[in-house]
């Protein structure tokens, strides 16, 4: 049996009865939720569905329609980028042999979801190779001048658009500097160690944040392939330049990205798509 993920993220990360909320619409269909990952200071969510081909489109599509009714961008405040109350709604393969169910999964999402009256935006191999950076740069704005897959040109007055794709599993994580870093510190690192930067490591997109509710200086990353640059490696490239005092994941990870993960750096958050699948 094929097994796809649907891994949306909603730009709310502080009301638990609203993620309570969008996580139960996101079930209603049938999918699987396997995990829920929110934070306060990026005021975001990350849920992580799992289902057969054919039944995440509807599931995207339920949870969507719960986040429009909940989440007004104009009263945001979080520290991620963002174009949308759900923000992105990728589908992800697990095996190379499922990408065309994967980009027909999401094909049909984009439908769905632009039908709402959300602009979809298609990003990674969908999109011609646009990046989600791309997408967001200049802001809602900017993206109202860039024609949509679906939906309205215009952005939703209060949820703003989306962004849909296909792709294998992406690893969120972030590498947390040991006081007494700053902002500029990180922000330092980031650029060095992002793909293109001086040190950069290829599919690593870096950005350095101050977490205030937390009292964190991060690095924040998206590991685009951990085959090509595993979480090991970010933070070698991390403590090249500041010590490290944790680090932490963000939804769940394939288990072989973390076979060489150093043992004297606290990891909190690990748990992977093999457990969460069984």
């Known amino acids: 049996m094929t097994t796809l993920l649907a891994v949306p993220n909603v730009s709310e990360g502080r009301d638990p009865a609203v993620l309570?909320?969008?996580?139960?619409?996101f079930a209603s269909t049938g999918a699987r939720l396997l995990d829920v990952h929110a934070d306060p200071d990026h005021h975001r969510a990350v849920f992580t569905l799992a289902g057969e081909p054919g039944s995440l489109a509807e599931a995207l599509e339920a949870g969507a329609r719960e986040a429009i009714a909940r989440i007004d961008l104009g009263a945001h405040d979080g520290h991620h980028p963002r174009v949308g109350a759900l923000d992105v709604a990728p589908v992800v393969f697990l095996d190379a042999a499922d990408r065309g169910a994967a980009i027909a999964e999401a094909l049909v999402?984009?439908?769905?979801?632009?039908?709402?009256?959300?602009?979809?935006?298609?990003?990674?191999?969908?999109?011609?190779?646009?990046?989600?950076?791309?997408?967001?740069?200049?802001?809602?704005?900017?993206?109202a001048a860039v024609a949509p897959h679906a939906g309205p040109q215009q952005p939703h007055r209060t949820a703003g658009a989306v962004l849909v794709t296909a792709r294998p599993p992406l690893i969120a994580f972030n590498v947390e500097l040991a006081p007494p870093a700053t902002l500029e510190d990180a922000r330092r690192i980031a650029a060095r160690i992002r793909e293109g930067g001086p040190d950069g490591l290829p599919g690593v997109r870096a950005l350095g944040l101050a977490l205030g509710r937390q009292d964190l200086v991060q690095v924040t990353t998206n590991v685009e392939?951990?085959?090509?640059?595993?979480?090991?490696?970010?933070?070698?490239?991390?403590?090249?330049?500041?010590?490290?005092?944790?680090?932490?994941?963000?939804?769940?990870?394939?288990?072989?990205?973390?076979?060489?993960?150093?043992?004297?750096?606290?990891?909190r958050g690990l748990r992977t798509i093999e457990d969460a699948l069984a």
């Open 225 to 267: 392939d951990h085959t090509l640059a595993a979480p090991a490696q970010v933070v070698a490239a991390v403590r090249a330049h500041a010590p490290v005092q944790g680090a932490e994941l963000v939804a769940l990870a394939p288990r072989a990205a973390f076979d060489d993960f150093p043992d004297d750096v606290p990891l």
């Open 109 to 143: 999402a984009a439908d769905l979801l632009g039908a709402l009256g959300l602009p979809v935006h298609l990003d990674g191999e969908l999109g011609g190779g646009r990046t989600r950076a791309e997408l967001r740069r200049g802001g809602l704005g900017a993206l």
């Open 20 to 25: 309570d909320a969008i996580g139960a619409a």
